[in-house]
T-cell receptor, first 115, second 112 residues
Framework: DTEVTQTPKHLVMGMTNKKSLKCEQH?????MYWYKQKAKKPPELMFV???????INESVPSRFSPECPNSSLLNLHLHALQPEDSALYLC??????????????FGQGTRLTVV | GEDVEQSLFLSVREGDSSVINCTYT??????LYWYKQEPGAGLQLLTY?????DMKQDQRLTVLLNKKDKHLSLRIADTQTGDSAIYFC????????????FGAGTRLAVHP
């Protein structure tokens, strides 16, 4: 099983709303990631959690707030977003190895539209 | 520094071979990946290669790596209409978690 499940698949929210994106994996992976993908662009890393601790924040605005409640779940809390934040948000997970390769598996993404 | 570049578009006839190219700049040891993205979907990991290898084959897919030129290619044999998608080349460092640096993606169009 190499499945990463993201919910919801689509989300439309107003600029004053608060919403959350959810991601779940049951592969025993200890690293989880949020990527943002704008139309016709490659994915860009936002956050990395390793062993449920935030390891990387790629200078993401505070209106995006990640949370890793346990080793299988990853949330992205959204508040006061702007229309330019509309994008496909991708979750990924991988093992954490000291010296070798670790393959990252992606979910199907949440298509977010901010109106 | 880290930079991954790809050509943006490739059109092939069904049944022909497709070759998608990628160049990377990081000279240290690295893993190089190929991901496939269909419209409106997430990324599907196709294959990967470590920078000390020359070639890797997996069914219809062949990855070739020219370390001297830092050039990576993905060859798809007997290309089918279901192969139409965007193909991303990406690199990451070994060890720890997997921070991927993606190329811009190559759109593969397969026509009859």
């Amino acid at each position: 099983d190499t499945e990463v499940t993201q919910t919801p698949k689509h989300l439309v929210m107003g600029m004053t709303n608060k919403k959350s994106l959810k991601c779940e994996q049951h592969m025993g992976h200890r690293a989880m990631y949020w990527y943002k993908q704008k139309a016709k662009k490659p994915p860009e890393l936002m956050f990395v959690y390793s062993y449920e601790k935030l390891s990387i924040n790629e200078s993401v605005p505070s209106r995006f707030s990640p949370e890793c409640p346990n080793s299988s779940l990853l949330n992205l809390h959204l508040h006061a977003l702007q229309p330019e934040d509309s994008a496909l948000y991708l979750c990924a997970s991988s093992q954490v190895y000291r010296e070798t390769n670790t393959e990252a598996f992606f979910g199907q993404g949440t298509r977010l539209t901010v109106v | 520094g880290e930079d991954v570049e790809q050509s943006l578009f490739l059109s092939v006839r069904e049944g022909d071979s497709s070759v998608i190219n990628c160049t990377y700049t990081d000279s240290s040891s690295t893993y190089l990946y190929w991901y496939k993205q269909e419209p409106g979907a997430g990324l599907q990991l196709l294959t990967y290669i470590f920078s000390n290898m020359d070639m890797k084959q997996d069914q219809r897919l062949t990855v070739l790596l020219n370390k001297k030129d830092k050039h990576l290619s993905l060859r798809i044999a007997d290309t089918q209409t279901g192969d139409s998608a965007i193909y991303f080349c990406a690199e990451s460092k070994p060890g720890g978690y997997n921070k991927l640096i993606f190329g811009a993606g190559t759109r593969l169009a397969v026509h009859p």
